[in-house]
T-cell receptor, first 113, second 113 residues
Framework: DQQVKQNSPSLSVQEGRISILNCDYT??????FLWYKKYPAEGPTFLIS?????DKNEDGRFTVFLNKSAKHLSLHIVPSQPGDSAVYFC????????????FGTGTRLQVFP | KAGVTQTPRYLIKTRGQQVTLSCSPI?????VSWYQQTPGQGLQFLFE???????NKGNFPGRFSGRQFSNSRSEMNVSTLELGDSALYLCASSWLQSTGELFFGEGSRLTVL
């Protein structure tokens, strides 16, 4: 049972434009939602998160939106830069004395000049 | 500050063998968790440890085991290797604030022939 889903395996965006990565989830008990970025031959790095009681969180060029009624979240990157090319994983956690993250399968973002 | 260190980075084994992977967390982090990354499956939770106690275990067979030492370093072991165990094994550490913000190592890439 895939509790966190990323239905788009890849996305290609021109430099300077907006990148929108999507994620759907099924478990309404999740307390936090996160995005991690992963470059080849490196471990994932935390990018941005949002609490389930909020609908938006912004950090520089990165904004995460949460729609609880639709069980959907999205990551917006504006403007997109070539260095943003990586695999982005959506993740969720039911936070009670645990670090157990449920990850999506990832979306490969390519930003071209 | 040193990050999460995983050894070995790459290894090749044959079916039926066993393997031990090591993880040294960031200094001060007492929570260590392990994830398996395979193509198309994203990152799947294996288990997590806090103060030498296993707090949570994912849906993996008993061939997968782990432990944590008093200095918070952790090891995971896979016995009777199968071809399907070929994957990138990622270790992550945190202060266990349960917000999902983990610090990952670069991973150990296991190939089973």
């Amino acid at each position: 049972d895939q509790q966190v889903k990323q239905n788009s395996p890849s996305l290609s965006v021109q430099e300077g434009r907006i990148s929108i990565l999507n994620c759907d989830y099924t478990n309404s008990m999740f307390d936090y939602f996160l995005w991690y970025k992963k470059y080849p031959a490196e471990g994932p790095t935390f990018l941005i998160s949002i609490s389930s009681i909020k609908d938006k969180n912004e950090d520089g060029r990165f904004t995460v939106f949460l729609n609880k009624s639709a069980k959907h979240l999205s990551l917006h990157i504006v403007p997109s830069q070539p260095g943003d090319s990586a695999v982005y994983f959506c993740a969720a956690i039911i936070s009670y004395n645990t670090d157990k993250l449920i990850f999506g399968t990832g979306t490969r973002l390519q930003v071209f000049p | 500050k040193a990050g999460v260190t995983q050894t070995p980075r790459y290894l090749i084994k044959t079916r039926g063998q066993q393997v031990t992977l090591s993880c040294s967390p960031i200094s001060g982090h007492r929570s260590v968790s392990w994830y398996q990354q395979t193509p198309g499956q994203g990152l799947q939770f294996l288990f997590e440890y806090f103060s030498e106690t296993q707090r949570n275990k994912g849906n993996f067979p008993g061939r997968f085991s782990g432990r944590q030492f008093s200095n918070s370093r952790s090891e995971m072991n896979v016995s009777t290797l199968e071809l399907g165990d070929s994957a990138l094994y990622l270790c992550a550490s945190s202060w266990l604030q349960s917000t999902g913000e983990l610090f990952f190592g670069e991973g150990s890439r296991l190939t089973v022939l």
